[in-house]
Nanobody, 124 residues
Framework: QVQLVESGGGLVQAGGSLRLSCVAS????????MGWFRQAPGKERQLVAT????????HYADSVKGRFTISRDNAKNTVYLRMNSLKPEDTADYYC?????????????????WGQGTQVTVSS
């Protein structure tokens, strides 16, 4: 069992930055691929970024490439999402998730555990 708790969301102006954190419980965090997803009102949940179990392989949605960076610190059981050059269209609830895989995982159906989410609002 893995419990995930996100933090770091908030209100920011367009062009600003935020860093989201997701802390995982349990001793097996380092064996999970981690992902960040987002869901805007009335839209489906979509992958933002994913990172493999040791943090050397990453994958990003085209819409955030060059602006967002996913990273992890297995010693702290934490995965991060650094978001720069934020746009109003980045406004959404952001969720972290864990998948039992050593690679990157892009399909949300393959994730085993989900956090409760943190809200990000980007004003124009």
């Amino acid at each position: 069992q893995v419990q995930l708790v996100e933090s770091g969301g908030g209100l920011v102006q367009a062009g600003g930055s935020l860093r989201l954190s997701c802390v995982a419980s349990g001793r097996t965090f380092s064996s999970y691929a981690m992902g960040w997803f987002r869901q805007a009102p009335g839209k489906e949940r979509q992958l933002v970024a994913t990172i493999n179990f040791i943090g050397v392989i990453t994958h990003y949605a085209d819409s955030v490439k060059g602006r967002f960076t996913i990273s992890r610190d297995n010693a702290k059981n934490t995965v991060y999402l650094r978001m720069n050059s934020l746009k109003p269209e980045d406004t959404a609830d952001y969720y972290c998730a864990a998948a039992s895989s050593f690679g990157v995982v892009t399909d949300p159906r393959l994730y085993d555990y989900w956090g409760q989410g943190t809200q990000v609002t980007v004003s124009s």
